[in-house]
């Protein structure tokens, strides 16, 4: 048994131990749906962060980079992950006011709609049903490639390892090990990237040498490779194409129900906060490690085959035994994160979102009917053949369609009502797959951000045009007007003041990012296609150049509004709050005079 093969083996061993002792502390459902909603805000980082970077990011988009989008992916602003603050501010702390088990509960309380729940719910299970099969194959080709075990073999040891413990031991299992896998990837990808490009001779030969790459011309571009033979004839079209699919993955983040679930199990809302603002922070650095690396890898051989591999073989190949070991090893742990994230929705869905009526639930109940679950993917897995970067795509914003319209509306709109909820979502989700499914068959040939842009704007017009013929219930009025009060735990100016570092810290990487990628990467590139000034000055006309700009440009003043919603939301000396905090002491000081407990508030 070679090093790679213990290493990995281990560390499984490690996360099926440590999850499967998080079980014995399970008593209720609530333990078992929401982790108890008392994880601090490593915890839901670790979730949130563990459970995007998967094998779709450390295989299929890495490879993406290495056939020739290294600067078009290394250079763009990050639309997708302010999707993470502006989901948690404009949508997951109202979520977590809900109280609900699952997202799908939640839609179903919101608007009084079993049958809405019921169409959330299938909507898990079929999208991450789907994701939880490519996150799977995708552990089984690597473990596969790395082991020499047959896929076979490979596909049953990743499916044993995350279903034992996310079976067992539910949401807590799963958060626990989310971070634990997140901390080795993170910390595996850094050293890992630094030994790579010190190899190269630091980042400015790199890239310069990268930009003169006669094989793969275009790959250090602001637009990667264009042209004929590409998805993207001209540039304008590639930044169409990227600037639709990082808008529908900003939806995905925002209220996409592997992302907003882990809301769920917040200690308060201030940990939804900070969790959600730093993993911008966190997904952007690592997104730039895994698609910097990517592409950088064509210095070392630009016929990696097939490319999927790219990160496997330099782990191979041009590290020590050990750093390419915990690298591999870390790959491998983003995999099971993911995978044992989308069993476990996928479980939670079936077990309570998709009877005609609420079952009478056990923790034991919901355990077998997870089981069963993990059991179909399995068999799916074998005979479904793997695409893992073009799927991933397709799956994901399948809930930018039919989840981002009626998951925002339900708490900014006092308009929409249940059936206008129902059907949005419901042509929302089939506008969005049947427009794919054709250009997948080949029926007709459209670009891929034309899905989830119908999949929208069918469902924001349904949504309307249905809302226009209804009427909002009374219990409907009634319970959205409920999630927008604040918990009085919450207005807390010490909680506030903590909060409000968070989004510093964005503001700090939009100043920064712009200053070091003009250092490390417009300037060594334009040196590279000899387009630099005389003296060494950028060439301002130069797309490279401009670009870095809009770093700033996004991320600083969504920051700053981050910072005054959070201080108006929770400041105890606003006029508001003032209200909240001494209704809340009246009904203290009443329950304490009739001799009553009064009810916790959270």
Sequence with gaps: ????????????????????????????????????RQAPTLLILGTLVASVMSTSIFMGEAAFTYDGQFGAYLLFPGIAVTGYMLGALFFGVYLRRSRAPTVADYFGHRFQSRRLQQLAGFTIILGLGGYLLIVTQGAAILLSDITGIGFLGSLLIAW?????????????????????????????????????????????TAITDLARLESKPGIADWTGIIGEGTEWPTALEYVIWAV???????????????????????????????????????????????????????????????????????ARTLVPEVLGAFLLA?????????????????????????????????????????LITSVIVLVCCYFFPPNIFWFMLFIGT????????????????????????????????????????????????????????????????????????????????????????????????????????????????????????????VIPYQIGTGEILPGGAVNWSMGEARITLTIFLLHVPLALMAM???????????????????????????????????????
């Excluded at 971070?179 to 030994?195: G, S």
């Excluded at 842009?453 to 009374?474: E, H, N, Q």
């Excluded at 959070?566 to 304490?592: F, G, H, M, V």
């Design 398 to 521: 399948v809930f930018a369609s039919s989840w981002g319209p009626v998951g925002l509306m339900s708490i900014w709109s006092k308009r929409i009502t249940k059936d206008a909820a129902f059907w949005g979502m419901f042509s929302g989700f089939f506008m969005n797959v049947i427009p794919a499914a054709i250009d997948y068959l080949g029926f007709y040939s459209m670009p891929e951000y034309y899905p989830p842009v119908i999949g929208t704007l069918v469902s924001v017009i349904v949504i309307l045009v249905v809302s226009a013929c209804g009427k909002v219930s009374r219990d409907e009025k009634t319970y959205r007007l409920r999630l927008h009060r604040p918990p009085v735990s919450d207005i807390d100016l010490a909680k506030v003041k903590k909060t409000l570092l968070a989004p510093v810290g964005l503001i700090l990487y939009g100043i920064l990012m712009p200053l070091w990628l003009l250092n490390y990467y």
């Design 244 to 314: 639709v699919i990082d808008i529908a993955w900003a939806f995905v983040y925002a209220v996409g129900p592997w992302q907003a679930s882990r809301h769920l199990m917040a200690r308060d809302e201030h940990v939804v906060l900070r969790a959600a603002i730093l993993a911008c922070l966190c997904v952007i650095l690592l997104q730039m490690l895994v698609y910097g690396i990517g592409g950088l890898m064509n210095l070392a051989k630009t016929d990696i085959s097939p490319s999927e591999t790219v990160l496997i073989w330099a």
């Design 160 to 204: 044993f390892s995350y279903t034992l413990f996310t079976m067992y031991s539910g949401s807590k299992g799963v958060i626990i090990t989310d971070t634990l896998m997140f901390l080795l990837f993170m910390v595996a990808t850094v050293v890992f990237v630094y030994y790579i490009v010190d190899g190269f001779g630091g980042i400015s």
């Design 1 to 36: 048994m070679d090093l790679f093969t213990l290493t990995i083996g281990i560390s499984i061993l490690i996360y099926v131990a440590i999850g499967s002792y998080a079980g014995r502390s399970i008593k209720k459902l609530d333990d078992y749906f929401v982790a108890g």
């Design 564 to 602: 005054k919603v959070i201080w108006d939301r929770y400041n105890p000396k606003s006029t508001r709050n003032q209200k909240i905090l001494r209704q809340a002491n009246e009904s203290r000081a009443a329950a304490r005079r009739s001799g009553e407990i009064p009810e916790a508030i959270t």
């Design 330 to 370: 870390g790959i491998v742990a983003a995999a099971l994160s993911s995978a044992s994230t989308f069993l476990s929705l996928v479980g939670f869905s079936i077990s309570n979102d998709m009877g005609s009526k609420p079952l009478a639930l056990t923790v034991n109940t919901t355990r077998k009917i997870m």
